[in-house]
């Protein structure tokens, strides 16, 4: 009886100093609440029971966005049209320390990254003409439609129609979509 009592409290001794880092997460050691350092690397770790706690959060890359409820509707453009788009952001966390400090909470985290993008997602989209933002070369465009629907015979072959689009579709393109997604 006595040698299994001592068998139980030795393991609960080294289950509460004892913690392990995955390779895909960090961890950050809270003395009273408060960050005293991170293990980074995976590994088998060692910490004060009852007075220190482990926070693990993700190594990996997050994602934010990308769903309805991130809809970005009725975006005015410099030149007045309006877009509407969904937003989405890659982040990950480089320093858990001042992660466990500042944000605490991965939920804390994903809404400043809501906040973050949705904001210079607008910004970028205020500063620049719709065309600027949706195409990257002064190439002219052409509508062409496969179909001749005014015709009306049966089994009339398909006839190709071009349609000049509006001015302002074929304007110049100074900085265009691939330098300003940089």
């Given at each position: 009886?006595?040698?299994?009592?001592?068998?139980?409290?030795?393991?609960?001794?080294?289950?509460t100093c004892c913690y392990v880092v995955d390779a895909r997460e960090q961890a950050v050691v809270l003395q009273f609440g408060n960050p005293v350092h991170a293990r980074t690397e995976p590994g088998l770790y060692f910490k004060i029971p009852f007075i220190q706690n482990v926070v693990k959060v993700p190594r990996t890359r997050l994602f934010w966005g990308g769903e309805q409820g991130d809809l970005l509707p009725d975006l005015p453009t410099k030149d007045g049209k309006k877009v509407e788009l969904t937003p989405f952001?890659?982040?990950?966390?480089?320093?858990?320390?001042?992660?466990?400090?500042?944000?605490?909470?991965?939920?804390?985290a994903e809404e400043r990254v809501k906040q973050?993008?949705?904001?210079?997602?607008?910004?970028?989209?205020?500063?620049?003409?719709?065309?600027?933002?949706?195409r990257s070369s002064n190439r002219t465009l052409?509508?062409?439609?496969?179909?001749?629907?005014?015709?009306?015979e049966a089994g009339a072959k398909p006839v190709e129609m071009a349609i000049e689009p509006p001015p302002e579709v074929n304007a110049s393109v100074k900085v265009g979509r691939p330098l300003i997604i940089k």
């Open positions: 009886n006595l040698l299994a009592f001592a068998i139980v409290a030795i393991y609960l001794v080294i289950w952001a890659v982040w990950r966390i480089t320093d858990p320390i001042a992660f466990a400090r500042v944000l605490r909470t991965q939920q804390t973050f993008t949705r904001n210079a997602v607008r910004d970028i989209i205020t500063t620049y003409d719709l065309i600027e933002l949706v052409t509508y062409t439609f496969g179909t001749d629907l005014l015709s009306g």
